[in-house]
């Protein structure tokens, strides 16, 4: 038995990937009305959770659910973001990692209900860019729609590991 064929047999391959909004241009604190905003903890708050969850696969940050650190980090698998996973921790880290994407879902939830003014303010400014370029005007809602999901996602994805007997073309 091969090495290869051994780690087939005791673990499973682990991903996780994310996108969050990174940067502040405006005050959040400050709306258009005088009113007061949401604060930047709102606006940091998906991303901190990402990256507690990256740093959870590397055995830097304890788990959200169970508070346990993996001892050491999983290994990496390759420079893609895969890390192997051993059977004897899957259910914790699958866990974990589910917990994180709720936390991270919620505060995503949380950011839109606090600040549907900053969204909208950028849903506007695509609009127009858009209509700028084809020389009609697109619809905010569709420029909404083309703004959101790729500001914050949360993807956790698990695949085998190849046999030794496996053949990739």
Aim: with cysteine; net charge positive; hydrophobic share 40%.
């Amino acid at each position: 038995m091969t090495a290869l064929t051994a780690l087939y047999n005791k673990a499973t391959l682990v991903s996780l990937e994310g996108t969050a909004r990174r940067s502040i241009k405006s005050d959040p604190l400050q709306r258009a009305d005088g009113g007061i905003g949401c604060g930047h903890a709102v606006l940091r708050e998906p991303l901190r959770i990402l990256s507690q969850a990256r740093n959870y696969l590397r055995g830097r940050a304890i788990g959200i659910g169970d508070g346990k650190r993996i001892p050491d980090g999983l290994t990496p698998w390759d420079s893609k973001g895969w890390y192997i996973l051993p059977n004897i921790i899957h259910k914790q880290v699958s866990e974990n990692l589910c917990q994180f994407e709720s936390a991270f879902n919620d505060a995503v939830a949380k950011l839109l209900e606090e600040s549907p003014e900053e969204v909208a303010v950028k849903a506007r400014a695509v609009a127009a860019s858009l209509s700028n370029r084809e020389g009609k005007p697109v619809a905010v809602n569709y420029a909404l729609s083309l703004l959101s999901p790729p500001l914050y996602t949360f993807t956790i994805s698990f695949a085998t590991i190849p046999d030794q007997y496996e053949v990739t073309l």
